[in-house]
C-alpha cells in the first residue's frame, strides 16, 4: 500500500511512497497553476502504477505555508479522498529540518508584495516573521543555517544576499524516511498556514 503526497504552496509537485517511506514517484511541474494540473497529473499518476485511490494508505500534504489560492485548492481536492476514508496528514516546509534532527535554524521563502517570510527556531522555540525587502540584507548579516523552499521561491537578489542554503524541496526528495516517519507520527493534521489572511492576500496593490 501507498501513501500519496502533494504540494502546492509554490510550484505543484505530486508523489508516491512505499511502506518504507521511500519514493516510488515524485514529479514537480513548475510554472503551472495549480488548478490546470493538480487534479489530472494526480490521477495519471495514480494510473501510472494501477493504483485506485481507494487503496492508498495515507494521503500526506503540505499546508503552508503559501498563499490562500493555491492551499485553498489542495485542501479542497485532499476532501476528495476523504469520502475514500483515506487517513490525512499534513505538515509545513519548515518543519522538514526538524524532521531531520535539525536543532537551529532558519526557513525564507519569498511571500512576494516586496516582502519574505521567516521562521527561525532554536531549542523548541519559534519565531515567524515578514520581513520586506529593503530590510532582508541587514537581515541575511545576523543569520546562519539557513533554508529555503527551493531556487524557484526566491528571486535573484534574494538568492545573491544568501551565502549557503539548503533546499527543503531537496531534502524531502533525497531522504523522505525520516521526514515522513515525522508526518505520520503527528497526532493532529496542521491547519493551514496562508502568509497572510485573505482579506490582505486580494487587497489590490496601493
Known amino acids: 500500500m501507498t501513501t500519496l503526497f502533494i504540494d502546492t504552496t509554490y510550484d505543484v509537485s505530486l508523489g508516491l511512497l512505499d511502506n518504507d517511506r521511500k519514493w516510488i514517484d515524485l514529479r514537480k511541474f513548475k510554472g503551472q497553476k495549480s488548478s490546470v494540473v493538480l487534479q489530472s497529473e494526480t490521477f495519471k499518476l495514480l494510473n501510472d502504477y494501477s493504483i485506485a485511490p481507494k487503496t492508498l494508505k495515507n494521503l500526506v500534504h503540505l499546508s503552508g505555508p503559501g498563499f490562500y489560492t493555491g492551499l485553498r485548492l489542495s485542501e479542497g481536492f485532499c476532501d476528495v479522498f476523504k469520502f475514500f476514508g483515506i487517513p490525512q496528514k499534513s505538515f509545513y516546509s519548515f518543519d ?26 532554536k531549542e523548541g522555540a519559534h519565531h515567524n516573521e515578514m520581513v520586506s525587502a529593503k530590510v532582508f540584507e541587514s537581515k541575511m548579516s545576523e543569520l546562519n543555517n539557513i533554508f529555503i523552499h527551493s531556487r524557484e521561491s526566491m528571486d535573484e537578489m534574494s538568492l545573491g544576499l544568501i551565502p549557503q542554503f539548503i533546499s527543503t524541496s531537496d531534502l524531502l526528495k533525497q531522504t523522505p524516511e525520516p521526514i515522513f516517519l515525522g508526518v505520520l507520527s503527528l497526532g493532529e493534521t496542521r491547519e493551514s498556514f496562508y502568509f497572510r489572511p485573505p482579506e490582505d492576500e486580494f487587497k489590490a496593490n496601493p
Request: charged share 25%; hydrophobic share 40%.
Open 96 to 121: 522538514i529540518p526538524k524532521f531531520c534532527g535539525i536543532k537551529e535554524g532558519v526557513w525564507i521563502t519569498k511571500a512576494y508584495r516586496g516582502e519574505y517570510f521567516f521562521h527561525a527556531w
